[in-house]
């Protein structure tokens, strides 16, 4: 999983982390557990993701919820602020 | 950067739209401005932990709008950094906060204690100088929260008093909905809203549904509070029961803060606005009214206030600090600071093109 520059705070300014994990949902659970606190950066107490994040799996935009989200091993996983500009 | 700030200086911390910064003074004559902190973020309130006078907390999205809501702690004058919770809701309450607006000190004796009024609607506790958070359940699941209403700036809790007294003696405000009290930290609730008019209601004095914007211990220190409302001025005495209106005497029904003095009984300060259609100070004079006597008669200050000042204060705008003379501090949603240091009577800007004024908060450096 890629990190942005926002929530190295919580890797300690690892801009990468590698997780086991069988669908989004579980890899950000296997996130907060190493890194208490991340978690809720992405996706709010109702488990709903945050308005302005993004997350990609191998580049391409997760649309749907993160737990339908099935992950693969190589996987590789962008957690990335949208531009939300105009 | 701590280091330039003396110990016994006043410090006025002030949260904008773009950062938080601290302007500190020995003398309440000359000014140093410090910050930004948490830089190019909204910070809806900065304070000064007056239990140890070094602490500072604020209440800011994590670094930026998307990541959600924070908590940040540091020493005053260094960079903050953000706890590693911020307030939520219960899993399968179906409830998400999505923003802080106040942050309240504990009592005295427990200096770990903090408390948090969020959006929508809740308060929350931490017992451990905001690293974690609990949730109040019997206020934030209240048996009326299904009905409550935001008010214009939202469903939020914006004003939590902790009785100096009685620690376990609390009251939230929270707009749309009203003044609630708890007797016993927290555990049960009852609303307080006596008195209080509620002019976009067709009955004009429900039990909740006021839209209350500040709350203020009175200086009397018998448990006296006052309250500025959407629709009045108000005062409760030290047993309870109905509210007061004292709104006679000011020129509006509506503004948004209201400071109290620390130690002179019955006596506070508030900005009316002309009302909640047009959020300015009336004919285009900034003004500051003081009473000294709970309400009763009410006092304009404008020596060193601009006229042809189009604009408003915002609900954390304005601070008293606890020296003597009692200074008091009032920030504008145009993005200047004004002080005075005879309580009232005249004002100083000490600082001019800020970002929008959100929250002002004055203290004294230990």
Known sequence: MRIPPALRSYTGGQDEVVLEASDLNAMLRALESSFPGIRERVVDEAGTRRPYVNVFVNEELVMTPLGEVALMPGDVVHILPSVAGG | ?366
């Open chain 2, 1 to 366: 950067m701590a280091r330039a700030i003396k110990k016994g200086s006043v410090v006025v911390s002030v949260g904008t739209k773009k950062g938080g910064f601290i302007f500190h003074s020995p003398d309440r004559k000359k000014w140093t401005m410090a910050g930004p902190y948490v830089p190019g973020a909204s910070v809806y309130h900065f304070i000064l932990d007056p239990r140890d006078g070094r602490t500072v907390y604020a209440a800011a999205p994590h670094g930026s709008e998307p990541w959600g809501p924070a908590v940040y702690r540091g020493r005053a004058g260094e960079s903050l950094k953000t706890t590693a919770h911020a307030p939520k809701f219960k899993d399968g309450s179906g409830l998400a906060v999505t923003r802080v607006w106040h942050l309240e000190p504990g009592p005295a004796d427990d200096p770990e204690t903090i408390y948090a009024g969020v959006e929508p609607a809740a308060l929350f506790r931490s017992e451990d100088r905001g690293e974690t958070w609990g949730d109040i359940d019997a206020l934030n699941y209240h048996p009326t929260r299904k009905d409550w209403q935001p008010g214009f700036g939202g469903l939020c809790l914006h004003s939590v008093l902790v009785d100096p007294r009685k620690p376990r003696h609390l009251l939230a405000g929270i707009s749309s909905v009203g003044t609630f009290e708890s007797k016993d930290g927290g555990r049960t609730w009852t609303t307080e809203n006596r008195g209080v008019r509620a002019e976009f209601m067709p009955n004009k004095y429900p039990e909740w549904g006021q839209c209350v914007h500040k709350l203020a211990w009175d200086g009397s220190g018998d448990g006296s509070i006052f309250q500025q409302n959407h629709c009045g001025t108000y005062h409760r005495g030290p047993d309870g029961g109905a509210w007061t209106e004292v709104t006679k005497g000011l020129p509006s029904d509506f503004g948004f803060p209201i400071a109290a003095h620390p130690n002179q009984k019955h006596t506070a300060f508030v900005t009316p606005l002309i009302g909640g259609e047009n959020r300015v100070f009336p004919k285009g004079q900034m003004a500051v009214w003081k009473t000294a006597n709970a309400g009763k008669s009410w006092r304009r200050e404008t020596k060193g206030l601009p006229a042809n000042a189009f604009m408003g204060v915002l609900r954390e705008g304005m601070s008293a600090d606890p020296e003597d003379p009692v200074g008091i501090y009032v920030g504008t949603n145009t993005g200047q600071l004004f002080a005075s240091r005879d309580e009232g009577e005249s004002w100083k800007m000490i600082a001019n093109f800020l970002a929008p004024i959100l929250s002002v908060n004055a203290g004294v450096a230990k």
